[in-house]
């Protein structure tokens, strides 16, 4: 494994979401989709909040059909965006909460990357998270974060905690890109296996894994 050479931002390790509209970024197989369903059913089932979800997820097969089902589960709307540009039209101003699932193709595919962050100028204020799975490397998140640093990015989220026993990377990622954490998942269980954590959880998890001795949680459902 090689050395990370990122500096080390001075910062929390966790930080509220204060935005209406928030977009999950990250590489396939990350688990966003689920994520996505998971806010969705918290915050309109839960919370009460008028939500609505776009999907960019027209690329993976099946991937319209899975988000379709969880919003009709969920009774949220669905709108399917053919491309970045048309996030324009399908945004609702009346909509206390949109989130926005984009299709899990490589980082590598760079000219995506760019297309995605050339709409983001033209839309209101986007809380953009980058969504890492839990057995990632501090190579390979600091990797990821540098192939999504056009769409500026304000936040990490990290995903199946539930397959790893430590997960360090949980207390030094946030300090080392200066992106702090709102959410961990925690499973495939829609809206449970979601927490917004403490710092002090954050360092637990991170420490001692999901199934440590102390199980006191600030959960997001």
Not at 25 to 42: E, F, N, Q, S, Y
Not at 43 to 71: C, H, M, P, W
Not at 75 to 86: C, D, E, K, S
Not at 92 to 99: A, F, S, V, Y
């Amino acid at each position: 494994m090689r050395a990370t050479t990122s500096p080390v931002h001075e910062g929390p390790l966790t930080g509220p979401s204060t935005g209406r509209i928030i977009m999950l970024v990250g590489p396939t197989g990350a688990g966003k989709t689920t994520t996505i369903a998971k806010l969705a059913a918290r915050a309109a089932l839960i919370e009460g909040k008028r939500v609505s979800v776009i999907t960019l997820d027209n690329y993976r097969v099946g991937g319209i059909d899975q988000i379709r089902t969880f919003a009709e589960l969920i009774g949220v709307p669905l709108r399917i965006a053919a491309n970045p540009a048309a996030l324009t039209d399908l945004i609702d101003d009346n909509d206390e909460l949109t989130l926005i699932d984009t299709a899990g193709r490589s980082p590598r595919d760079l000219a995506s990357v760019a297309e995605l962050a050339d709409a983001l100028g033209q839309l209101p204020p986007i809380e953009v998270h980058l969504v890492v799975p839990a057995a990632s490397s501090a190579a390979s998140i600091d990797d990821l974060a540098k192939r999504y640093q056009l769409l500026q990015p304000s936040r990490l989220l990290v995903t199946k905690l539930d397959e790893q026993d430590e997960t360090p990377e949980l207390a030094l990622a946030p300090l080392r890109l200066g992106l702090p954490i709102t959410w961990v998942t925690t499973g495939q269980a829609v809206p449970e296996d979601i927490e917004e954590p403490t710092s002090a959880r954050l360092l637990e998890l991170a420490a001692a894994g999901l199934h440590g001795k102390t199980k006191n949680r600030n959960r997001a459902a």
